[in-house]
């Protein structure tokens, strides 16, 4: 998996090297947030108040890369780490309260674009496509949505469950942005930054047949961000 990020972020690389020989509007850059994250999944929220959801927040990190094609829009793409997962509550039982721990490398396919280019303070709109690519899956209901155990049990300890989620998923991203312009070249700015899995995230043959689709979200509260860009 590592290997396989590795390469793609080459390979976008090089791509954007190539068009900064041409066009000199190529930018590069670092994020980093902290974010609320939620597993969203039908059968637990039937539960109502004998299962209930407490938002963890957790960090993601990453690099940027990406095109300027106009004064108003560019693409922008890189690799995002992010923490993720699920708190739960269950009610009358301490003992019987668990979480989900889903580590993620995020490939992000993106459009900016920006309200008022020409002003040193800009707001805009980021919005677009990612795929998720899993890193690592951990649970301490170490039997979690198991055909041979379809209510799990409960431990203290977190256990691998890699095998019952689904190695890549497709996700939505979409944020409103703002930016301040440290000079021509630099930028700092934040964006308020949702993504959903529009993918189950869990593996059907690896659960019950009753139990529903399960959806990661986050809101990056918000992510913050630095560009450097090479011009002319």
């Known amino acids: 998996m590592i290997k396989f990020t590795t390469q793609l972020i080459a390979i976008i690389s090089t791509s954007l090297y190539v068009s900064h020989a041409q066009i000199n509007r190529i930018f590069v850059g670092a994020n980093a947030g902290i974010q609320a994250t939620s597993i969203l999944n039908k059968n637990d929220l039937d539960e109502g108040g004998q299962l209930d959801y407490s938002t963890p927040y957790k960090f993601q990190f990453g690099i940027d890369l990406g095109y300027i094609v106009t004064k108003r829009f560019a693409f922008q793409t890189g690799a995002i780490y992010s923490q993720q997962g699920q ?18 490398i995020k490939i992000p396919l993106l ?108 809101i990056c509260l918000p992510q913050l961000f630095f560009h450097y860009i090479f011009s002319k």
């Open 87 to 104: 708190n739960y509550v269950t009610n009358g039982n301490a003992l019987a309260d668990f979480k989900t721990e889903l580590n993620y």
């Open 111 to 218: 459009a900016n674009w920006t309200i008022n280019p020409d002003r040193k303070c800009n707001f805009g709109l980021q919005f677009g496509f990612q795929f998720s690519i899993l890193n690592s899956a951990k649970s301490s209901r170490s039997k979690i949505n198991s055909n041979q155990a379809p209510f799990g049990y409960y431990s203290s300890n977190l256990f691998v469950v890699d095998d019952f989620y689904s190695s890549v998923n497709l996700d939505f991203v979409v944020g409103p942005s703002v930016s301040y312009k440290l000079n021509d070249r630099m930028r700092l700015g934040g964006v308020l930054r949702l993504d959903y899995s529009l993918s189950d995230i869990e593996k059907k043959e690896s659960k019950p047949s009753i139990r529903d689709i399960s959806n990661n979200v986050t």
